[in-house]
């Protein structure tokens, strides 16, 4: 099962902030915060991940509260392109296992809808 | 720019028929995973490869599927004999050496349709 609860949509107006929030209480102290999305018809897309330290690349920031229960995937300037299916996934770091602490469990995600 | 190709992107058989679908894996990583999209289930794990050696395949219908990377350049999943439930979107993703963490690039998916 999903460790992650997010909302089922959101819209956003082109050029504005995009903020996607996430909940993850039962995150264990070695599992790190993925997110990845998925434009209709194409394969998911890595964004971004973090542990504990807010995290910023070309694509978006990822903010994580200080007990790691929730984050916030930040799109700073979203355009109509943005719009997919945004997937939180909490999962332990590591070359994997048989164990399964490879496995991401992909959820229902945020249908983020860009607005002109 | 490195990406992670599958063939074919859609097929369409008749049910009993053998599937085959293959992946090429972005060069130097060494995880492959297998994942099914379906509107009901969504995305689900099949295979998960390190190193060319399948770590788990749990996921998978054992009776009718089979995943395998005969070289570090190409994993194959078949389904034999296929049936009309097994219609999906079939997702390949490779993942770097190295880590932790460790990220997963997909490809563009092979679209399923059997009749």
């Known amino acids: 099962d999903a460790k992650t609860t997010q909302p089922t949509s959101m819209d956003c107006a082109e050029g504005r902030a995009a903020n996607l929030p996430c909940n993850h209480s039962?995150?264990?102290?070695?599992?790190?915060v993925y997110w990845y999305r998925q434009i209709h018809s194409q394969g998911p897309q890595y964004i971004i991940h973090?542990?504990?330290n807010n995290e910023t690349n070309e694509m978006a920031s990822l903010i994580i509260t200080e007990d790691r229960k929730s984050s916030t995937l930040i799109l700073p300037h979203a355009t109509l392109r943005d719009t997919a299916v945004y997937y939180c996934?909490?999962?332990?770091?590591?070359?994997?296992?048989?164990?399964?602490?490879?496995?991401?469990?992909f959820g229902t995600g945020t249908r983020l809808k860009v607005l002109a | 720019d490195a990406r992670v190709t599958q063939t074919p992107r859609d097929k369409v058989t008749e049910m009993g028929q053998e599937v085959t679908m293959r992946c090429q894996p972005i060069?130097?990583?060494?995880?492959v995973f297998w994942y099914r999209q379906t509107m009901m289930q969504g995305l689900e794990l099949l295979a998960y490869?390190?190193?060319?050696?399948?770590?788990?395949d749990s996921g998978m219908p054992k009776d009718r599927f089979s995943a395998e990377m005969p070289d570090a350049t190409l994993a194959t999943l078949k389904i034999q004999p296929s049936e009309p439930r097994d219609s999906a979107v079939y997702f390949c993703?490779?993942?770097?050496?190295?880590?932790?963490?460790?990220?997963?690039?997909f490809g563009p998916g092979t679209r399923l349709l059997v009749l």
């Open positions: 490869f390190r190193n060319r050696a399948p770590l788990d």
């Open positions: 973090g542990l504990k």
């Open positions: 993703a490779s993942g770097p050496r190295g880590g932790p963490p460790e990220t997963q690039y």
């Open positions: 060069l130097g990583h060494n995880t």
């Open positions: 996934i909490v999962r332990a770091g590591g070359g994997g296992t048989t164990s399964g602490t490879y496995k991401y469990i």
């Open positions: 039962t995150i264990s102290g070695n599992e790190y």
